[in-house]
């Protein structure tokens, strides 16, 4: 899909231009993860981390996919890439930048709706 909005433009040029986010995007891309499990796998201190994915979820390249709750009462969000591929293309003044989503949304919709859990 072609992105249009020039906010989600810009969002997406930023995002390829930070090691750090390179990193949480490519982190949640196969896996759900926690806060915890990318702060572990992409040795960035913690508030790094939760600043960059506070602002990712804000710019919608990261979404929160499930929330679930600890044994003893604690709820956690376990999140997800939205792109697994992006293009930017520069031609003439004119930036295109296309990207492929990771995952259907609709059918991750209907998946919920009937689910049992």
């Known amino acids: ?3 249009k909005n020039e ?4 969002a ?4 390829l231009a930070d090691k750090e986010i ?3 995007l490519d982190c949640a891309l196969f896996q759900l993860k ?3 499990d990318i702060i572990r796998e992409c040795d960035i201190p913690h508030t790094t981390a939760y600043r960059k994915i506070k602002w990712l979820l804000a710019e919608n390249l990261l979404v929160v996919d ?3 709750i600890t044994p003893d009462g604690k709820k956690f969000s376990l999140f997800r890439s939205v792109f697994k591929s992006i293009s930017v293309h520069y031609d003439m003044g004119s930036t295109v930048v296309e990207a492929e989503e990771s995952f259907d949304i609709v059918d ?3 998946e919920k ?5």
């Open 113 to 117: 709706f009937f689910s049992l859990e």
């Open 7 to 10: 906010r989600a433009k810009q």
């Open 22 to 24: 390179m990193k949480i």
């Open 12 to 15: 997406i040029l930023v995002a």
């Open 66 to 68: 499930k929330i679930e």
């Open 108 to 110: 991750k919709v209907t």
């Open 34 to 36: 926690s806060v915890t």
């Open 1 to 3: 899909m072609i992105i």
